[in-house]
């Protein structure tokens, strides 16, 4: 771990995250918000450009440590951790761990709604 590294995701987190913010505005407006399209399409267009980054990286891009960072953990971790999740999800599968890939998504929605729903009830249950 490096200071190099650090501000890589730091500055690349900071653009994804802004990057989000303004798509899921824009995404707002344009389809409004009788559905949570602006999250459905931020995580999918995370995932896709993920795909990308690591497969493109991997065959013919020559990036080095610090860009990979800045790209993967840094922008995309900031626009969607989603495209994480889905990035594990595919290296679980192609190492052929469907049961390991299936409890993973099973496990992930479930905890993670779970713990949201969880946490809205004890706040209600302190602050009422």
């Given at each position: 771990?490096?200071?190099?590294?650090?501000?890589?995701?730091?500055?690349?987190?900071?653009?994804?995250?802004?990057?989000?913010?303004?798509?899921?505005?824009?995404?707002?407006?344009?389809?409004?918000?009788?559905?949570?399209?602006?999250?459905?399409?931020?995580?999918?267009?995370?995932?896709?450009?993920?795909?990308?980054?690591?497969?493109?990286?991997?065959?013919?891009?020559?990036?080095?440590?610090?860009m990979r960072a800045f790209?993967?953990?840094?922008?995309?971790?900031?626009?969607?951790?989603?495209?994480?999740?889905?990035?594990?999800?595919?290296?679980?599968?192609?190492?052929?761990?469907?049961?390991?890939?299936?409890?993973?998504?099973?496990?992930?929605?479930?905890?993670?709604?779970?713990?949201?729903?969880?946490?809205?009830?004890?706040?209600?249950?302190?602050?009422?």
């Open positions: 771990m490096s200071g190099q590294m650090i501000m890589a995701v730091a500055f690349g987190g900071a653009l994804g995250s802004v990057a989000r913010y303004l798509g899921m505005i824009g995404i707002g407006v344009w389809l409004g918000q009788n559905f949570p399209w602006a999250t459905l399409i931020v995580n999918v267009l995370g995932s896709a450009l993920m795909g990308l980054l690591i497969e493109g990286s991997a065959l013919r891009w020559n990036i080095g440590p610090e790209l993967t953990v840094g922008i995309l971790g900031g626009f969607t951790t989603f495209s994480t999740f889905s990035m594990d999800v595919a290296l679980l599968v192609e190492r052929n761990e469907f049961a390991s890939a299936g409890l993973y998504i099973l496990v992930s929605v479930l905890a993670s709604v779970g713990a949201l729903f969880g946490a809205m009830y004890l706040v209600r249950q302190v602050m009422a």
